[in-house]
């Protein structure tokens, strides 16, 4: 098969755009061709998200069409959504890009003498 | 005219023509749907001077509350009784939109009817709307969602485009 990931109910979906950007929820429903009913834990709670404010993962769950929250978030933890999440390359990334973009002047500047000027490295160390 | 960057809120105003004396007034109801309360007001007042001998002057209004949605996180069919003056006449339209709400529904129709038939909001009149079952649905564009094993691929899938690679050495891979 060509595809592997689908807009389908039970597709979880890391949010790449928008309030909840870095959370991930799993397909519910659909409203439309370019709109999904998503759930996830209470970060996000149920919303309608658009396409593409939403990247799609490997990890699929078993639920049936437009169910309750409780249902959505009983099979997340019973699949260990979480867990897999976070071995996604999605997550990764964006975990590190915003630990990245948390850093202070004086981290970035230890990184910068790490990389290229081992002695100023070492005094800073002192 | 009506300024809609928002999605509608729906309002449900009630009105009377002013009392001469102990005279019994009719009281009547209207739904709007409009961007603030000040234009639904004068929405209301423009249909009630179609529909009954009132005017904003002889008249009052009595109650004026803003619906809140109900089930906004259930999908639903509406289905839209539209009246709208196209250039050369008057027509009337049935219109189905998939949505959450009332308020969104009646939003993608405005938008719709103005991208579809260049149909100024000043020149729409909604009619009825009313949420519609699956089965009763009559358009195709709505009733392709109604499977229950609904899946699709997002074959090519372009997002926005990075401006700091506009000439790279190899072509970016599109899929999702």
Redesign the interface.
């Known amino acids: 098969m060509l595809y592997k990931r689908y807009i389908e109910i039970g597709r979880v979906c890391f949010i790449r755009l928008g309030d909840d950007i870095g959370k991930s929820g799993v397909i519910v429903d659909l409203v439309d061709q370019k709109h999904l009913l998503i759930d996830g834990p209470d970060g996000i709670g149920r919303k309608v998200l658009r396409l593409n404010q939403v990247a799609l993962t490997d990890i699929k769950i078993n639920i049936p069409r437009g169910c309750k929250t409780k249902t959505v978030r009983t099979a997340m933890a019973k699949e260990g959504v979480e867990a897999k999440l976070a071995a996604t390359s999605l997550v990764k990334k964006f975990a590190a890009k915003n630990a990245k973009a948390q850093l202070g002047d004086f981290a970035r500047f230890k990184i910068f003498a790490g990389n290229s000027h081992p002695e100023l490295a070492q005094r800073i160390a002192q | 005219m009506k300024f809609k960057c928002a999605e509608l809120k729906e309002f449900e105003i009630v009105g009377r023509p002013l009392p001469k004396g102990d005279e019994k007034m009719p009281v009547y109801k209207m739904t709007i749907f409009a961007p603030d309360e000040i234009v639904a007001k004068s929405r209301f007042w423009y249909f009630l001077r179609q529909l009954k001998k009132v005017r904003k002057v002889n008249g009052e209004i009595l109650r004026m509350t803003e619906m809140s949605n109900s089930s906004p ?3 639903k069919n509406f289905g839209i009784w539209v009246r709208y003056d196209s250039r050369s006449g008057s027509h009337n339209m049935y219109r189905e939109y ?3 709400s009332r308020t969104g529904a009646i939003t993608q129709c405005y938008r719709d009817m103005a991208a579809r038939h260049r149909a100024r909001p000043h020149s729409i009149q909604i009619m009825k709307i009313e949420v519609v079952k699956a089965a009763d649905t009559k358009r195709p ?1 709505i009733k392709q ?1 109604h499977d ?8 090519h899938r372009i ?2 485009f990075n401006k700091k690679s506009i000439f790279v050495a190899d072509r970016p891979s599109t899929m ?1």
Not at chain 2, 148 to 155: A, D, E, H, W
């Open positions: 996180t259930k999908i998939r949505d959450v564009v969602m229950s094993k609904i899946k699709f691929p997002l074959p997002l926005k999702q």
